[in-house]
Structures are given as structure tokens and as C-alpha cells.
T-cell receptor, first 110, second 112 residues
Framework: QKEVEQNSGPLSVPEGAIASLNCTYSDRGSQSFFWYRQYSGKSPELIMSIYSNGDKEDGRFTAQLNKASQYVSLLIRDSQPSDSATYLCAVRASWGKFQFGAGTQVVVTP | EAQVTQNPRYLITVTGKKLTVTCSQNMNHEYMSWYRQDPGLGLRQIYYSMNVEVTDKGDVPEGYKVSRKEKRNFPLILESPSPNQTSLYFC???????????FGSGTRLTVV
């Protein structure tokens, strides 16, 4: 079992709709959680971080964390074609151990 | 400009020929890490470092070496590269604390 799991997609989302991405992790001691966006051929870019249970909003992005269920999600509201990318969930379990899921490809269709 | 700089961007080499991929950051970050990215497998951590002379293995350290003699530099060494090390490599750094990594632009390595 992988330590950070994501659906690989592709997730097809109509322009203007909400994209919902999910991530589960296995290490109960994990303390910090991140979402990265990666365009094809580019490096990962940090878009959201969340540390406590509940929701955190930043513009069109909302991250949700449920430590009891070991579950992190990302909502992208009003999806735009520029949101088409692979979204990587990352979990920091200790000072250096920083693990990624395999990523979910999102395709926003006009 | 705050950044993580990797060199080279592209490298084609032959099996067994030692190589080094350099990584440097100008943000005075304590933590640095190397990842490889392969289709379907995502980003896998190779090695990470908390500070000068403090390094530890990640999930896929076999066939790689690192050193951290200066805070800003964290080179990745492949002493005897093999074709299964053909991959896209990323260096990353972060300050101390529960924060995310900032990534370099990547090095695409092909071993033939």
C-alpha cells in the first residue's frame, strides 16, 4: 500500500464547474499537508498547505483536512482551462520525510 | 530572485559513467531533498538533508549518494548509473518547520 494515495484520473471538468480531488495517507503521525500543481514538463508548484482539521480557502482553492479519516481534499471552484494540470498531494510526516501521491490529472473542458 | 537551481537541465550518459547533478538554493533553507519522478509512480524521495552534514535516506536511495558540505548546495551523485535511473530528477528546499518544499526546474537524465 502506498503511503499517499490519489486517484490518477484524468478528471474531466467542464469550465466553470467545481473540481474535487481526494487524497488519503497512511501515517497517522503526519502533521502537515500540501497540494501542488504541476504543468506538463514543469516543476511542482505549491498552491495550498493545511495543518489542522477543517477547511482552508485561498481564492478559488479550498483544502479540506480530516485527520481522523486520514483524508485531504482539494476543491477548485469556477474551473478554468488554465487549471488543467496534474495535482499532487503531499504529506510531511517528519522533519525530512515528505511524500507525494502519484497525482491526479485534471482536464478542464471549454 | 529566490530559487533552487539545478544543473544540468538535460543529460544523456552511458551506463557506469559517474555523474553529478548539482543543486543550489539562495534562500538560506535548512532542508533540502532530491526526488525522482517517473510516469505512474509520481515523485519519490531519494535523500533529504536537515542541514550541513545531516542527511538521511528517502524511499529510493539505492544507487545514489548525496553530500551537504555547505548549506546552499546539495549535489546528487550517481557513481555507476544504470538505465533504470533514467528519470526526471528534482531538487527541492524548504525552511525549517512544517512548510512545503520549493522545487528546482528539474534534470532529465537518460542513461543508455
Amino acid at each position: 500500500q502506498k503511503e499517499v494515495e490519489q486517484n490518477s484520473g484524468p478528471l474531466s471538468v467542464p469550465e466553470g464547474a467545481i473540481a474535487s480531488l481526494n487524497c488519503t495517507y497512511s501515517d497517522r503521525g503526519s502533521q502537515s499537508f500540501f497540494w501542488y500543481r504541476q504543468y506538463s514538463g514543469k516543476s511542482p508548484e505549491l498552491i495550498m498547505s493545511i495543518y489542522s482539521n477543517g477547511d482552508k480557502e485561498d481564492g478559488r482553492f479550498t483544502a479540506q483536512l480530516n485527520k481522523a479519516s486520514q483524508y485531504v481534499s482539494l476543491l477548485i471552484r469556477d474551473s478554468q482551462p488554465s487549471d488543467s494540470a496534474t495535482y499532487l498531494c503531499a504529506v510531511r510526516a517528519s522533519w525530512g520525510k515528505f511524500q507525494f501521491g502519484a497525482g491526479t490529472q485534471v482536464v478542464v473542458t471549454p | 530572485e529566490a530559487q533552487v537551481t539545478q544543473n544540468p537541465r538535460y543529460l544523456i550518459t552511458v551506463t557506469g559513467k559517474k555523474l553529478t547533478v548539482t543543486c543550489s538554493q539562495n534562500m538560506n533553507h535548512e532542508y533540502m531533498s532530491w526526488y525522482r519522478q517517473d510516469p505512474g509512480l509520481g515523485l519519490r524521495q531519494i535523500y533529504y538533508s536537515m542541514n550541513v552534514e545531516v542527511t538521511d535516506k528517502g524511499d529510493v536511495p539505492e544507487g545514489y549518494k548525496v553530500s551537504r558540505k555547505e548549506k546552499r548546495n546539495f549535489p546528487l551523485i550517481l557513481e555507476s548509473p544504470s538505465p533504470n535511473q533514467t528519470s526526471l530528477y528534482f531538487c527541492a528546499s524548504s525552511p525549517q518547520g512544517p512548510v512545503g518544499y520549493t522545487f528546482g526546474s528539474g534534470t532529465r537524465l537518460t542513461v543508455v
